[in-house]
C-alpha cells in the first residue's frame, strides 16, 4: 500500500486568528472524534502546527491512497473541520507547502499507524 506524505500552511485571514485559536481548542477537546475521522481517510498520522509570523497552520500528515476526502464525510467533526477553513482560511494567500524528504520512525510506532504490514516510506 502507498502512503503519501504532506506538509502544507494556510494563512489565516486577518481578523480571525482569535477563532482559530478556538478551533484549534475544540479540536483538543474533540481529539477522538478526530481520531474516528481518520481511519476513513487513511490517514495514519496528522498534526497541526501554528506559526505566529502573520498566523500560520500546518498539517503535517502520512495518508494511505485509498483515503476518503472530508468533504465526502458523514462525521460531524469533518463538517465542523470544512466550515472552519471556509470562513478563516485565506484563500487569496498561496498555501505553503514542503516536499517529504526523509522520514524517520521506530519499528514499534511504524507498527502501530500501519497495522496492515506496509512499511513507511515505501
Known amino acids: 500500500m502507498a502512503h503519501a506524505s504532506e506538509m502544507a500552511c494556510f494563512a489565516v485571514k486577518p481578523g480571525k486568528e482569535a477563532r482559530a485559536a478556538l478551533w484549534m481548542e475544540a479540536l ?3 481529539r ?3 481520531v474516528e475521522a481518520l481511519a476513513r ?3 495514519r498520522f496528522e498534526a497541526i502546527f501554528q506559526r505566529w509570523e502573520g498566523l500560520f497552520l500546518c498539517w503535517l500528515s502520512a495518508q494511505g491512497e485509498q483515503g476518503k476526502r472530508p468533504d465526502s ?3 460531524d467533526i469533518d463538517a465542523v473541520h470544512l466550515a472552519f477553513g471556509a470562513e478563516r482560511i485565506d484563500r487569496c494567500a498561496l498555501p505553503r507547502e ?3 524528504q526523509v522520514g524517520f ?3 514499534e510506532v511504524a507498527a502501530v499507524m ?3 504490514g506496509a512499511s513507511y516510506g515505501e
Open 32 to 34: 477522538q472524534e478526530c
Open 114 to 116: 500501519l497495522k496492515n
Open 41 to 43: 481517510e487513511a490517514m
Open 105 to 107: 520512525l521506530p519499528a
Open 73 to 75: 464525510s458523514p462525521c
Open 28 to 30: 483538543r477537546h474533540r
Open 98 to 100: 514542503w516536499s517529504h
